[in-house]
């Protein structure tokens, strides 16, 4: 391992093939120049990137940081991800302190923990490739607007593709016509997580930002917590964030500078999104009658004050994975002794030292397995109306999510609580739907580089919808960067081609290029559209 560190992974060198012809790996894929091997526009690798001795397939997903690519170890043909950080203001000055973090994340060589083999700095060379061995790719490093790359393993899935695929009753069905049971899959895969983190935290290592997409699978039972280190240079989004550090985030977003977000993690903020990742997994893919009794554990998990949670990780999932097998054994409906909840809840501060016959304990289970947008006036003025305009959504939507929490310390009031618990309205909102609340309310505060940056969060996690590239459309016309404000308008129309405004809007950034006949074009679509 010690010498992977010293040696990167030679991935600071990097070129592109002879020859071959390249296309940005973004969303809308478009050619690029032959020397290109990051798009100029969107910020991607190009398709025919070579970085040592990898090669650059297709782009994974994207996450607050960067992108992540699978790429291919070109002569074992064994399947990684790259990693590709941007220089980022914000959190560029944490770099040194990420890479230190994810070494001794590595180091642990814990079962959950996903290990990252290497984290560098890397500068495209614009150079034709090579394939020499490692040692010898290594160049001197310059510090012009470095990336930060990262290797680690291919997994299968995450665990938002995880939920996505058990919600189907017939993925369900299956798992129950082989005797198997969700629900204590599920358990096994909380008992993971809780061990990855307990490790981590006895190192001092917070993870700082347990995202679905951070967690990763195999398929089967096996799951590992991706990305420490790295997860928080930046903050997660709603609900993850716990609200003790909401206004260190919005300071943080107001300065530029992520160092304060980075100092004030704990592990308790990590037990709170830990708390959200359960109940995310229990409402989604459980009946109420198999996860009732965990509802208090996960409410007192996500306490607003920090001090009035669990002790530990490991006695919050001590806890939780009681109360999931107990509700698991008990008939539906309501729950009939409030004693047997509270007496869960409010011994569980301190670390219990029972054991759970059904999950092992998490110190030994380390082997398991008011501005005006140009366009609302063009819009007015042209008589273009749309129900779903981007301004429209920044009007409704503005305002932040705030987490359920429960304040009371007293048992009594707090198992009544439970009582009128409503699921209903304990359903997780989409991460989407929050960043994109956040850039609606951004964009009126005219704040329109913060509108961007929410906007691309939203996208990162769901890039199918043409509301959400035209509001960043929007946000970039208001920062006069026509060509990324053409580009979101395009995929806009990409995804709904019959929106009038959308091709107004890109009519009206064509102007502004002083490309008029394409411009006069668009808006002739738009009156065919509204006619
Ligand atoms: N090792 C991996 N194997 C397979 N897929 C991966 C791997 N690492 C990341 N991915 C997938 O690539 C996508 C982008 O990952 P990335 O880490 O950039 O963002 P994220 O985890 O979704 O969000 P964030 O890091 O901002 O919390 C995600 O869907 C993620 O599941």
Redesign the pocket.
Known sequence: MESQWNQTSGIRTSGVRDGATLFCLGSEHHPLKAEEEVCPLCGYLASGAQLGIYQVLRC?????????YLALHIRSKQQV?L?LFAPDPMSIMLWEQARQEVRTASLLNHSSI?PISSCTHWQPSHQPAQQRPLHELINAYSSAEPYLLTL????NA?LSQFIAYYEKPEAQQAIQERGLSLRAHIGKLIQQMGSALNAAHARNLVHG?L?P??I?LDGRDRLWV??FGL?RLHP?FAPYLAPELEGIVQHGTRMGDWRQFWQALSPANDQYMLAQICQLLFTRLLQPNEYERTLPILRHASQTRPEQRFASIESFIHELLNQLQDSGSRPAGRISSPNNISSAVYASLTPSTGSNPAYPSLASSGSYGGYSSPFQARNTTAGYHSSSSPSQVRNTTAGYHSVPVTTSSDARSQYNKMLNYSLAASQPVSPADEWEKRGGKLFTEHDFAGAVRAYRQAL?LDNYRSTLWQALGDAHFALEQYKEALSSYEQALSLNPNDSATWLNRGTVLDSLGRRQEAIECYERADQLDS
Do not use: E, F, M
């Open positions: 994974l997903g994207s996450g607050r940081s960067g992108h992540a991800v990693k996903l680690c393993q291919y997994t995450n930002a995202t997409g951070n990763l991706g990305d997860a997660p990162a």
